[in-house]
Nanobody, 120 residues
Framework: QVDLVESGGGLVQAGGSLRLSCAASGIIYSINTMGWYRQAPGKQREMVATITSGGSTNYADSVKGRFTISRDNAKNTVSLQMNSLKPEDTAVYYC??????????????WGKGTLVTVSS
């Protein structure tokens, strides 16, 4: 089994910063793309940012210039630095990863989510 554990969620004031982290554990052969997704109350889940094993990134237009995704391949972790937070960023943030647990055995995994609340 593979576990993704998020940390760093919490309550912040608008304009503040927060850093989310996600660690993958288990029997892992390799991790391909990792990313962060979020789901606000009453809304569909949306992609926030993704990063490939080689470091190529992709961001939702709504967070470009404010959020930065990074990863540490040696530690199997991915982070999301969130700056200039807005109330509209309030959501449950989920970590996602494409993982090969054994050579040629691929799977997509989700963390349980961490709540980020931005007050005005």
């Amino acid at each position: 089994q593979v576990d993704l554990v998020e940390s760093g969620g919490g309550l912040v004031q608008a304009g503040g910063s927060l850093r989310l982290s996600c660690a993958a554990s288990g029997i892992i052969y390799s991790i391909n793309t990792m990313g962060w997704y979020r789901q606000a109350p009453g809304k569909q889940r949306e992609m926030v940012a993704t990063i490939t094993s080689g470091g190529s990134t992709n961001y939702a237009d709504s967070v470009k210039g404010r959020f930065t995704i990074s990863r540490d391949n040696a530690k199997n972790t991915v982070s999301l630095q969130m700056n200039s937070l807005k109330p509209e960023d309030t959501a449950v943030y989920y970590c996602n990863a494409d993982i090969t647990v054994v050579s040629s055995h691929y799977g997509n995994y989700w963390g349980k989510g961490t709540l980020v609340t931005v007050s005005s």
